[in-house]
Structures are given as C-alpha cells and as structure tokens.
C-alpha cells in the first residue's frame, strides 16, 4: 500500500479512537440512559477506540490489531446480549445465549491462533490456509452479529424499537462494512488494505450513530412474539443471497484484474452498504416482507395460537394496586392483534349514549361527551357491524355507518376502525383503533378476529360490570345498616324531647328550666329537621316540588357564598327559567364547585356560565385543578361510598347526579388529567318539559 494509503489509514483510525473514547467517557456518568446495558457500552466504546489507536500505531494487518480487533468483537457481542436482557428475552428466547457463547468461542480461537502463529513459523500455502482461516471465522462472527441483531430488532415491540433502533443501526454498520471487506478478502485471497483503511471513518460515524440513541428517554421494553422462524429464515435467505452474489462479482473480478477491479471494489463497498443501511431499517419493506410471506407461505394472515395466548396474557394482567385497569388492557389486547399503536375504549352510559371510558396510548384524541349517540349505540347492537373509517371516509356506506358515525370520528385522521364488544345480543363498548404504522386494508379475516375477540371482551367487561354492580349492592347494604342505627339515635333523641316535655309540666314554672329547655328544643329541632331533609332525597324524589327557576340568579347567589373562601366568579350568567326545584338544585350545585375547590390549587378560580341550547339551559362548574382519567370518571366518580378525599364519604357527585335526574335533567363531565374539569348541567327551560318528555319517548321508541 502506497505512503499516502497508510497516512490516511492512520489518520481516520485516530479519528474514530477520538470519537469513540468522547463518547465512551461522556456516557460513563450517564449510564442510565441506557439502562442496564450501559456499562456494555462504555466497555465496547473502550475497546473500540483501543483498537482503533493499535491499528494506528503499528498497522492494519498486524498481530496486535487482530487481537484489539477481537477483543472489539467480543464487546459489541456482549453489548447485544446485555440489550436482549433488558426486556427479558434472554430467558424466553433460549437460543440466543448458545449462539453468543459460539461466536465469543471463534473470536478467543482467533486470539489464541494469532498468538501462536509467531512460534509455528507459517510458510507459502501454510500461511495461505491461516489467512483464509481467519477471513472464514471473521465473514462467520459478522453474519452472526448480522442475524442476532436482526432478530434483537425484529422481536421487540413497537415501543422498545425506539430505544433499540440507534444501537442496532451502529453495530450493524460496523459489521456491513467488515462484511463486505472479508468477502473481498476471502474472493480475492489478499487484505484489502485500501479498504481496511477506510475502517476508522466506519467507527467514527457509528459513534455519530450511537449518539442519539444515548439521548432518548428509556421505554418500557417488551417481548412481542410473532411467525419469527418464517421471517429469520428469509433474513437468512437474503443474507445468503447477497454472499452469492458477492462470490459471483468476486470471481468476475478475479478475470478482469487491474486498476479497474480495485475501484470496483470499493463502488460495490459503497453501494452495498448504503442500500443495506436505506432498505433494511425500512419500515415499509418490512411490513412487504410481513404481507408478502403471510400470503404465499401460510393460509391465514394471523397465528391464531399465538394471538390467543398473547390476549389471554394482557386481559389476564396481574393485579394489585399497580395494575393496568381493564379497559386499558381491553383495548391493549385489540391494538396487539391488529398492530394498531392505539386506541380508546367508549361505554354505554345510564342513557344509552357512548362515552369515553379508557385510553390507550392516545392522550392527544380529542373525544367529546359524549362522543356517540344512542342512535350508534343501537345501530352497532342491532348490527353488530365493524367499521372501517377509511371506507367511511371515502364515501363507502355497506350498512349505514355513514349516518352514524360522528364528525369528530372522521375527522381524527388517526382512527382505523370501530369494533363493536357484544355480549348476548347487548352492546357493552366500542374501541376505536388507531391506524396501524403500515396502512393496509382491513380484509375477511380481520373483520372474523375482531368479531371474535369483540364478544370474548364484551364477556370480560360485562363480569366486571356485574362484580362492580355487586359490590356497590353490598355498600348499599352496609349504609342501610348504619341508616338503622341513625334510626336508633332519632328514637333516641325523640325519646329525651318526650321526657323533657314530661318535666316540663312539673318545672314549668322554674325560669331556669324554661329557658334550658327552648334552647334544647330548638337545637334538636333543627338538627332533626336537617336530617329528615337529606333523608328524604333519597326517597320518592323531588319531581312534585318542580317549579320555575331562575338557573342565572342561582349561579350568582351560589358564587357568593363561596366568596369569602375561594375566588369563585360567574364568567356568565343568562336570565334562563328552568323547571326545578330551587332546593335540590342549588345542593347540587354547591357539591360541585365544593369538589372543584378541593381539586384545586387555593388561588386557581373556579367560574360558574348559565347559557342557553336549544329548549335547554346549560350550567357549566369549570375549574382548572387536577382533572380525572377517563377510568376515574367512568368507574368512581359517581359511585356511592368511594371518596378520593381523606374523610370524604364519597357520595356528593352521587346525590347531585341523582338530584339533577330527578328535576328531569342530566350532568355530563369533560375531563382532563393535569388541565381540569368541567361539571355541565342540563335543565329543560320552563315551558319545555312537556316537549322534552315527549321527544324522549320518541327516541326510546
């Protein structure tokens, strides 16, 4: 090799040592940013950078370089193993460590033949054997490297592909490079030391590589199974290929000779490497290859075995207080199947309308309440039928989703499909899902898994809802028992009234007695009276006692009374007079803004609007505190006994729901973790209770 070839071999190895001990030293106090294969990487960019300043210093095919060479191997080998353990599945892919433990054992036998090589003397074909020995177990440790990484990538969840992508990328550029360089080798039976020159820059740019990746916030990682013996044997195939090609090209260049095979070389090095490293990662080739060997090699689309045991798994998530709620896993379970990166989850609610119940992975949707009709609700009990929005999207109506699907729906670019979840004929959910990173045609079979696993989920949630109908029956019994001891106390206290109106008639006369007893008659009095009236709301109800209210002259005074405690203002407050009662509303309106004060911070306003819609009046409690999840508000907000506050008895959203439902209204909440919370009240005007209850009717019918 020419002075000016060596010059700048030594020059780009200095470069990629430089680059590959900066990183290694930034990254030694920042371990955690690669979690549990971070000291793996500090120890792979060491003895990178180690073999890189060997190379340097005494050259590229001496001794000392091939053993700095091997000890480099070893390390990234260690570093993919470290990657496969930090999401388990180095327990549950068992070939993974045998294959690693082999190609550690090719590279210690290449130390060990490098170092007795000198005492053995090799001469003429002796020494040809030894090279092409070591160019075999080299061409041998990177197509292993090759299929490893392929196989650490390709298994990972779409989640742990954001953290793996960086790493893989690097090493896998590395061992491109050395791949292609001991196939020229081994063709042309001579170090390619032009080429081998070019290895520092390689380094180089996988630690510009690697950078990133070393910035990006750890994610959970997760194995994700899937038909991996089909996909690894058509890795293999096409790294099988490009080596036949290679040896075809090789023996090409063996006729032609010259100036002109050399610069081949390095054209061919080039444009394999940037086609391996453009096409490889494409997430586009990648779900061809899925699709393609799905519909020529097997004659389903799904492996119904393993997609069973993965459901089973996420529905049968342990549980404890840490645990993902099930709608949560409801939805999770229908993503996995389907590919879907997300997806909600919307619930019947005590009027029959679909609300937000659950996210999953899509906090950015914007989901109004509610969010479908009654007239979707009973079209997808009636039907049963799975919608696919890019039809609806392009104008394709198969059963008359068209009418019922919502504009919010359409217009939420992200969401694929409605599946609807039956269980004996009766609609307990809907989940939407998000489309799929690579987008494809929901077919016959799509439409058969997502039926089927519609109605094993609907069985899940109804059970759950019938458990929670259970416990909160056994709550109720327990607060009849203690409303019998509260009982007991009235008899109680009725009875001392009575003895104290027995003395009376013998100490009447005693100014002291007279005066003791109208201040106890007039505290039980109250109290008892006090007690008969909260008892009551829970009895018939209050629709006998219905009138016309002033709904913004009720906001302002309720405001006020808060006024002295909190900054409670009334941002708008229109003359509407609705049919209610003055007494129960007004209860319900101090629940919810006691509860929106709790909720937030001591000087974050809450604002009280009465606005007119349509033949109603809307009341709106908004605050800008913590906010609910979708879980929270479906399944304890308005539950009885279940209080988030210290002390709390849990029933205030309980009555002022039910006292709103008795005045023949009706409350809806929008919530959002973190921003807030907004409590609507919706009263018929006065005059329009008649029209309100007929139209009802209508709808039932």
């Not at 090789?250 to 010259?258: E, M």
């Not at 003791?516 to 018939?540: C, F, H, P, Q």
Request: net charge positive; aromatic share 8%.
């Amino acid at each position: 090799m020419s002075g000016g070839w060596s010059l700048f071999g030594g020059a780009s190895h200095l470069l990629g040592a430089c680059a590959a001990a900066t990183l290694a030293a930034w990254l030694a106090g920042r371990r955690s940013l690669v979690g549990p294969a971070g000291l793996a990487f500090i120890g792979a960019l060491v003895a990178s950078a180690a073999w890189a300043l060997t190379v340097a210093a005494t050259g590229l095919d001496r001794p000392a370089a091939a053993i700095a060479e091997s000890l480099r191997n070893l390390s990234w080998l260690y570093v993919i193993y470290r990657l496969f353990s930090t999401d388990g599945r180095h327990q549950l892919v068992r070939p993974v460590r045998p294959v690693i433990i082999s190609l550690a054992a090719l590279e210690l036998f290449q130390v060990l033949q490098i170092l007795l090589a000198p005492g053995l003397a090799f001469t003429g074909p002796a020494r040809d054997t030894l090279f092409h020995m070591t160019v075999t177990f080299r061409l041998m440790l990177t197509i292993g490297g090759l299929v490893l990484l392929h196989n650490l990538y390709g298994g990972a969840s779409q989640a742990a592909r954001a953290v793996l992508r960086w790493p893989t990328v690097a090493i896998a550029l590395l061992w491109l490079f050395d791949l292609n360089l001991y196939t020229v080798a081994y063709l042309t039976k001579g170090w390619p030391e032009e080429l081998a020159s070019l290895r520092g820059i390689i380094l180089a740019i996988c630690v510009a590589t690697l950078t990133p990746g070393m910035t990006l916030r750890r994610a959970e990682l997760r194995f994700s199974p899937s038909r991996a013996v089909a996909f690894e044997f058509a890795s293999l195939l096409g790294i099988g290929l490009y080596l036949v090609g290679m040896i075809l090209l090789g023996q090409w260049l063996s006729y032609v000779g010259g100036e002109f095979a050399r610069m081949f070389q390095f054209g061919f090095l080039i444009a394999g490497t940037a086609a391996a490293l453009l096409i490889l990662p494409s997430r586009r080739l990648r779900g061809w290859l899925k699709v393609t060997l799905v519909k020529h090699l097997f004659q389903h689309r799904y492996d119904y075995r393993a997609e069973w045991l993965r459901f089973n798994r996420t529905i049968g998530g342990s549980g404890g207080s840490g645990a993902v709620p099930l709608a949560q896993r409801a939805i999770q379970s229908l993503c996995d199947i389907t590919d879907a990166p997300a997806g909600l989850l919307l619930t019947p609610d005590e009027q029959g309308d679909l609300v937000l119940a659950a996210r999953w992975q899509w906090p950015t949707a914007e989901v109004p309440a509610p969010a479908l009709g009654r007239g979707a609700a009973s079209f997808f009990e009636r039907e049963g039928h799975i919608v696919d929005l890019e039809a609806v999207r392009s104008g394709i109506d198969r059963q008359g989703e068209q009418a019922i699907v919502p504009d919010w729906l359409v217009a939420e670019t992200r969401a694929w499909a409605v599946v609807p979840l039956l269980h004996f004929e009766r609609l307990h959910g809907v989940v939407v899902l998000a489309r799929p990173p690579v987008a494809r045609k929901l077919d016959w079979e799509d439409f058969d898994v997502l039926r089927v696993v519609g109605q094993q989920l609907a069985s899940y949630l109804a059970e759950h809802a019938g458990q929670d109908a259970l416990a909160e029956a056994a709550r109720f019994d327990e607060f009849n028992r203690r409303i019998a001891f509260v009982m007991h106390d009235i008899k109680n206290l009725a009875s001392q009234i009575g003895l104290l109106a027995r003395n009376a008639e013998h100490h009447a006369e005693n100014p002291a007695f007279r005066a003791d007893m109208i201040v106890t008659l007039r505290n039980s009095a109250e109290k008892l009276n006090a007690l008969i009236a909260r008892l009551s709301r829970y009895g018939k109800g209050t629709s006998e006692q219905l009138g016309t209210v002033d709904a913004g002259a009720l906001v302002r005074a309720v405001a006020a009374q808060f006024a002295g405690h909190h900054p409670v203002t009334c941002a708008e407050a229109q003359a509407c007079l609705v049919t209610a009662n003055h007494e129960a509303l007004e209860q319900s309106l101090v629940h919810l803004v006691q509860n929106a004060i709790d909720a937030s911070a001591a000087d974050a306003p809450v604002r009280l609007m009465v606005v007119r819609e349509g033949i109603h009046a809307r009341i709106e409690v908004i605050d800008s505190g913590t906010g609910m999840s979708a879980e929270f508000i479906r399944s304890r907000l308005f539950k009885p006994f279940v209080s988030s506050k210290a002390g709390g008895f849990g029933i205030g959203a309980f009555e002022a729901r039910e006292l709103v439902r008795g005045m023949g209204g009706r409350l809806d909440v929008e919530s959002r973790e973190g921003l807030g919370s907004r409590f609507i009240i919706r009263l018929p005007l006065a005059g329009t209770s008649a029209a309100v209850v007929t139209n009802e009717h209508k709808k039932v019918a």
